[in-house]
C-alpha cells in the first residue's frame, strides 16, 4: 500500500522567511495530493491541494510543487507569519478508488517573530 | 454551510471498558471516514462509508472496533474493550462524492487509562 514520508519533523523560521515541507511517496498511482494545517487542539484544515496533472498550484503565500517521476511533492510557504505555526500534514491517494488519504507525519512549524 | 459534528468532544475510560463515538457529517455528502490520530503522528484511516455501505475497513482491528452508518447519515464508532494503545484523537471527516475535499470534524480525544 501507499507510505508517505515528511521532512522535517519540526521546522523554525524567522518571520518573513520562507519555510519549505517535503513528501515523497511510493504508490506511483496516487494522484491526488493535499495538504493540511493543524494548530493545537483543532481540526486539520485543507489549505492547498495538487492533482498530478499539475506540477505547481499557488494561492497568494502557499504554492504546492509535484514531481510525479521522483514521487515527491513540496509546500512552500513564503513571508512566513506567526499565525503560520501550526503542524502540517501531506497526503497522498488515488482519487477514484475512494480517495483514501494516507497521511505523512507532520511537521511542527514555528515562525519567530 | 454548518461543518462535520463529532461528540464527545473527550472521553475518558479505563481500559478494558467500552466507548462510543458520534459523527454527523455536511449535509448531503455521501463518503464518511473515520480516522485515528495518535499523538505526534498523522491521522489513520480506520474506515471508509459511501451512504451506507463500507467500502474500506481493512486497516479497522475488527476484533475490538465496530463503526455504523445507518440510514447513510450519522455515523458510530464503537470500541470493546478499549487498550491503552487505543488513546487517540479520533477524527470524522465527510466528502461530497468520495473524490473532492474531505472536511474534518473537531475530533473526540480518547484517553484509556
Known amino acids: ?113 | 454551510e454548518a461543518g462535520v459534528a463529532q461528540s464527545p468532544r473527550y472521553k475518558i475510560i479505563e481500559k478494558r471498558q467500552s466507548v462510543a463515538f458520534w459523527c454527523n457529517p455536511i449535509s448531503g455528502h455521501a463518503t464518511l471516514y473515520w480516522y485515528q490520530q495518535i499523538l505526534g503522528q498523522g491521522p489513520k484511516l480506520l474506515i471508509q462509508f459511501q451512504n451506507n455501505g463500507v467500502v474500506d475497513d481493512s486497516q479497522l482491528p475488527k476484533d475490538r472496533f465496530s463503526a455504523e452508518r445507518l440510514k447513510g447519515v450519522d455515523s458510530t464508532l464503537k470500541i470493546q474493550p478499549a487498550k491503552l494503545e487505543d488513546s487517540a484523537v479520533y477524527l470524522c471527516a465527510s466528502s461530497l462524492d468520495g473524490i473532492g475535499e474531505q472536511y474534518f470534524g473537531p475530533g473526540t480525544r480518547l484517553t484509556v487509562t
Open chain 1, 1 to 113: 500500500g501507499e507510505n508517505v514520508e515528511q521532512h522535517p519533523s519540526t521546522l523554525s523560521v524567522q518571520e518573513g522567511d520562507s519555510a519549505v515541507i517535503k513528501c515523497t511517496y511510493s504508490d506511483s498511482a496516487s494522484n491526488y495530493f493535499p495538504w493540511y494545517k493543524q494548530e493545537l487542539g483543532k481540526r486539520p484544515q485543507l489549505i492547498i491541494d495538487i492533482r498530478s496533472n499539475v506540477g505547481e498550484k499557488k494561492d497568494q503565500r502557499i504554492a504546492v510543487t509535484l514531481n510525479k517521476t521522483a514521487k515527491h511533492f513540496s509546500l512552500h510557504i513564503t513571508e512566513t507569519q506567526p499565525e503560520d505555526s501550526a503542524v502540517y500534514f501531506c497526503a497522498a491517494s488515488i482519487m477514484e478508488y475512494g480517495n483514501k488519504l494516507v497521511f505523512g507525519a507532520g511537521t511542527i512549524l514555528r515562525v519567530k517573530s
